[in-house]
C-alpha cells in the first residue's frame, strides 16, 4: 500500500516530461518559495560497500572509492545546471544526504560537496540538516565535520541485531557498532539520533524483534522508522537469493509489527503515523502534537518548504505542483549531465484537482483530519464518500459533508484512509485490495 510520500504516486507517472516545462516550473515555483519558506535539497549517495540482501533502494556496490570522484563532480555540475534556474540565491531551509551509503564517501569528500552547495546559497536560521549514517562505517570525523556544517539529526539503519538475521541478509553489524556510532554522534552534539528497524525480514521472530527492540531502546534513539520488508524478488535481484521458506507468513509478519510496537508504545515512544515513533523529547513529536508535521519524499518532517530538490541518480525534486525524477542507471545519470543537461527521467505535472487530493492526502498523513472544499464536492462524492461510509462503519473516522477526521483506531490504518482519496485508485483492482486489507 502507498506510502504516499507522493499524489499522484510514481507508478501513475509519465515514463518522461518536456524538460523545457520541467525547467520553467522549477523557475516559477524557486521565485514564489525561496524567500517565503526557503527549499529543501535532497542528495542521494549512491554506493555501498556491500550488498544487504534485502534492499530495494537504489545503490551500486562497489570497494571501490575512486568512484566518489566522478559522482561528486556530477552533483556539482546539476547543482550548478539547477543554480542557472534560480533568479536568487537559494536560501536551505531542509538538506538530506540518503544513499546507498552516505558515509561511503570520505569526511574530506562530503566536507568539499557541502560547501559547494553552501558558498552559493543562504543558510536558514531555523534549517536542519540530516544524513543516513551507517553504524560500521560512520566514523568521529564523519560526524564532527557534518556537526560543523550545522547537521544535528543522524538516521542509522540498525534493522535488525540478531546475528542469524543478520546473517542472512548480509548485513553483519555488532550492536556494539550501533552503540559507538549513536554515543559518538550524541558527544559530538547531535540532537536527533533515529534508527530504521524492519520487521518481515527472513528468519525473524517475536523473540527476535523483542530482543532487538530492547536492545536499541536502551541507547534511546529519539525517532524508530519500524518499516515492514517489502518482499519484491521481482523487482529485486538481491531478493532472490532468500530460501522463501525463511520469510513470515503474513500472519507472522503482523506478530512481528503488534510485538514491536507494543514494546516501543510500553518504552514511551508515541507512534506518529506511518511506521514512525518517537519519543516526546523530539522535535517530531512536538511538531506532530502541535499540527506542525509535515511530509515529503524524505518522509515526515518538521520542516515546511513546497520546493524539494533532489540531486543525484535515482533523486525526486518536487515544486508542489509537478514531480521529476532523475535517471536511475549511473551511465544516463553521468552521460546527460555531462552533456549539461538535466538528468531528468519521469515526472508528472499536477492539475489543479491533484493538487487539492494531495493536500487532504497530506492532511490525513500529518494532522490526522481535512477539510473539504466546496468545488469537490462533486468528485467526493462520486469516488470517496462510499469509501468513507464503509472506513466509518469500522470506526476508523468520524465524517460529513465538510471534514473527516481520524479517530485512535483508524490513526493505525491511515493508509488505508489516504488511499480513500486516490482518484487514480478508484477504478483500478488495487483499489479492492487496499480495502479488503483495511477490514
Ligand atoms: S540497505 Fe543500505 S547499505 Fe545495504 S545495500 Fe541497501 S542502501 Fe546499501
Sequence with gaps: MPRYTSYPTVPFWKDSIDLTQWEQNFRTRFSEENHVNGISIYIHLPFCESLCTYCGCNKKITTNHKVENEYLLA??????????????TPVIRELHLGGGTPTFFSPGNLRHLLNII???SIIHPFHEFSIEGHPNNTTTEHLKMLYSLGFRRISYGVQDNDPEVQKIINRIQPFENVKKA????????FTSVNFDLIYGLPLQT?????RTINQVISLKPDR???YSYAHVPWASKAQRLFDESHLPSAEEKIQ?????????????YADIGMDHFALPTDDLYRAWKEGRLHRNF????TQYSGLLLGLGVSSISDTGNAFAQNQKALHDY???????????????????EDQAFRKYILDISCKGQTQFLKEHTSALQQHVFPKLDELARDGLIVWNEKEIRLTEQGHYFMRNVCAAFDLYLKNSAAMNQVFSKAI
Excluded: C, P
Design 75 to 88: 552533483i556539482e555540475k546539476e547543482w550548478l545546471l539547477y543554480r542557472k534556474l534560480m533568479k536568487q
Design 118 to 120: 553552501f558558498k552559493s
Design 182 to 189: 549513536t554515543e559518538n554522534a550524541r558527544a559530538i552534539g
Design 206 to 210: 517475536v523473540e527476535s524483534i523483542n
Design 224 to 226: 524508530i522508522a519500524f
Design 256 to 268: 512481528l509489527y503488534v510485538a514491536g510496537k507494543k514494546m516501543l508504545m510500553k518504552n514511551g
Design 298 to 301: 524524505m518522509g515526515y518532517t
Design 334 to 352: 553521468y552521460a546527460s549531465i555531462n552533456n549539461d543537461k538535466l538528468a531528468i527521467k519521469k515526472g508528472y505535472f499536477l492539475s489543479e
